[in-house]
């Protein structure tokens, strides 16, 4: 039977997510199988898809027994792990290697993703090279067995594979006496990482590790050309964990803030607004969303919606269902994303130096600790438009430290001109100040007022007023901030924003979360945010100011309640 990748089950299920009307899936789903779709409609010498890969897979499917259906795992596969498998596996570069070298999975539960692991283990068994390794690691021992267990019960259900010439199951290990290759379930909790030469390797649950696992597996790939590393969690309510930064570098590379594009993620975690207004308790989209299973499998559905409804009633169990079958952090709740990253990057505009000149400006600050980002933003009104620049600054010794830390290439960012090295291993803030009085001999802008946090702030703006500047300090509370927190959103969801283009403006939109108070004042949590955001508090404190001044002479410029 002849297989063809664009007839198959996985390209059907990508078509199917990136239909227009289709709520069932979540915007960062939709994107990375966008993507795919491109390298499969227009394969290029960087990435195309290996029809020989994918037949051969097809093939291996039919012959595995699915322990549970009785059925050939090609017609047992989820609709998610078809996407999941092909393109991981058969996506290639020009030179035959692997084109995606890391594959992250956030899935909630009841969507057999443990057995499809196990799927996949037993298919680089089968088709890597002679002499391969491969590693599973998980937080403790019992976690671990249960892949090792999956992997166990499809060999033994399969009669193609069950003889010991094909697979021995060994107690430590699984071993494919036709590639003389291996497979060991790890244990975080008693193995030591280091050492280990992986051709691929799969954290499982790594929302309950930290980074120390990942990266060593890591580091042992560092040779080969080759290599894959598979990273699968459900959410979890900890704030410290590996799979908080894997999702986070995966949204980042799916909104085309970084240039990894040997990254294939599949996010399957409601979008920001079902987030929002305890939709969870009502909307089965969240579900859906979460949980790709079921949205066909209605006895999945079924069930799941009976935790639900037991979340609703009992606060005791909301932990447990949020996070592991709505991938959405408890005490998370109340906390979404400021805007959506495309809707911030439709307002981008080319530089124009000539526009800003002979305009009146507003400054907005926000000095950090001295060893931190700084950041100065800039806006002018026009006809009730909201016109802004922002300039990021960074201490020049810890460039190279905080673009490992961060994944933000800050070397960029400095090339581009939208962010300054000064200082050395704490901020220049002579440096600042001075670009600051600087700004109108520069853009030629008259600056009206400036507003700054006094945290961290009072040295500068003491230098600032002694030379002209009109500074007022914006108090940090949600009370004060709600106003043009809200209306910068606004604002940027009505086209009535522009900025200077300034990709380090939208990698911290991307990274700021918004906190609810008690009176519903909304506005950007530095503690909840994902990373940096301190252009986007400058952004805030200037729009404040120009809210203020407009409210009294403009009426185009109020607030909607």
């Not at 998610?80 to 692997?98: D, H, N, Q, S």
Request: with cysteine; glycine share 4%; charged share 25%.
């Amino acid at each position: 039977m002849s297989d063809s990748v664009k007839t198959g089950p996985a390209v059907k299920y990508a078509r199917w997510c990136c239909e227009a009307e289709n709520d069932k899936v979540p915007v960062y789903v939709k994107k990375q199988a966008a993507q795919w779709l491109a390298i499969v409609d227009r394969p290029t010498d960087t990435a195309w898809v290996d029809e020989s890969a994918y037949r051969r897979i097809c093939g291996l499917l039919r012959l595995m027994v699915h322990p549970d259906l009785q059925c050939p795992l090609y017609d047992g596969l989820e609709d998610y792990a078809w996407l999941f498998i092909t393109a991981v596996l058969c996506t290639k570069t020009a030179e035959g290697a692997r084109y995606y070298e890391t594959a992250v999975l956030e899935i909630a539960r009841k969507n057999f993703k443990t057995f499809n692991s196990a799927v996949i283990f037993v298919l680089l068994l089968l088709t890597e090279p002679h002499f391969s390794r491969f590693f599973s690691v998980a937080p403790d021992l019992k976690l671990s067995s249960e892949l090792k267990v999956a992997l166990r019960k499809i060999i033994k259900s399969s009669p193609a594979l069950a003889e010991d010439k094909v697979f021995k199951v060994l107690r430590g290990e699984v071993r494919c006496g036709l590639t003389d290759s291996e497979y060991t379930p790890l244990a975080y909790s008693r193995d030591r990482m280091d050492g280990k030469l992986a051709n691929a390797f799969l954290a499982d649950e790594a929302g309950a590790m930290d980074a120390y696992p990942i990266e060593a597996m890591r580091s042992s790939q560092i040779t080969l050309k080759s290599k894959l590393g598979i990273i699968i969690s459900t959410q979890y309510p900890n704030d410290d964990n590996a799979m908080i930064d894997e999702i986070d570098i995966s949204r980042k590379t799916l909104d085309g803030l970084l240039e990894d594009q040997r990254r294939f993620s599949l996010l399957y975690e409601p979008d920001d607004w079902l987030r929002a207004e305890d939709r969870w308790m009502t909307d089965d989209r969240v579900i859906w969303q979460s949980n790709p299973v079921a949205v066909k499998n209605q006895t999945v559905f079924q069930a799941i919606c009976k935790i639900r409804a037991l979340a609703v009633l009992y606060e005791n169990k909301r932990e447990n269902y949020l996070c592991k079958h709505n991938n959405i952090k408890y005490k998370g709740l109340g906390v979404e994303g400021y805007v959506e990253i495309s809707r911030v990057q439709a307002c981008a505009r080319a530089e124009d130096p000539d526009f800003w000149r002979g305009r009146p400006v507003y400054l907005g600050l926000d000095l950090s600790q001295t060893d931190d980002n700084t950041a100065v933003a800039m806006v002018t009104v026009e006809d009730g438009v909201l016109y802004a620049k922002a300039f990021g600054f960074v201490p020049a010794d810890r460039v190279a430290y905080k673009s490992r830390k961060e994944m933000v290439d800050y070397r960029r960012l400095i090339g581009q001109g939208v962010c300054f090295a000064c200082g050395g291993e704490v901020i220049d803030y002579g440096f600042v100040e001075q670009f600051i009085l600087s700004l109108p001999e520069r853009y030629g802008v008259e600056i009206v007022q400036c507003g700054y946090d006094r945290w961290n702030a009072l040295s500068t703006v003491q230098k600032l007023e002694a030379a002209g500047v009109e500074c007022v300090e914006i108090r940090q509370h949600s009370s004060v901030l709600h106003s043009p927190t809200k209306l910068l959103r606004e604002k940027i969801l009505s086209r009535e924003f522009f900025y200077d283009e300034n990709r380090m403006l939208e990698i911290n939109f991307q990274n700021a979360r918004c906190t609810e108070d008690t009176n519903r004042n909304k506005y950007v949590n530095k503690k909840r945010s994902e990373g940096k955001v301190d252009e986007v508090v400058a952004l805030i404190n200037a729009t404040y100011l120009a809210e203020q001044d407009m409210l009294f002479g403009q009426d185009s410029f109020v607030v909607q309640t």
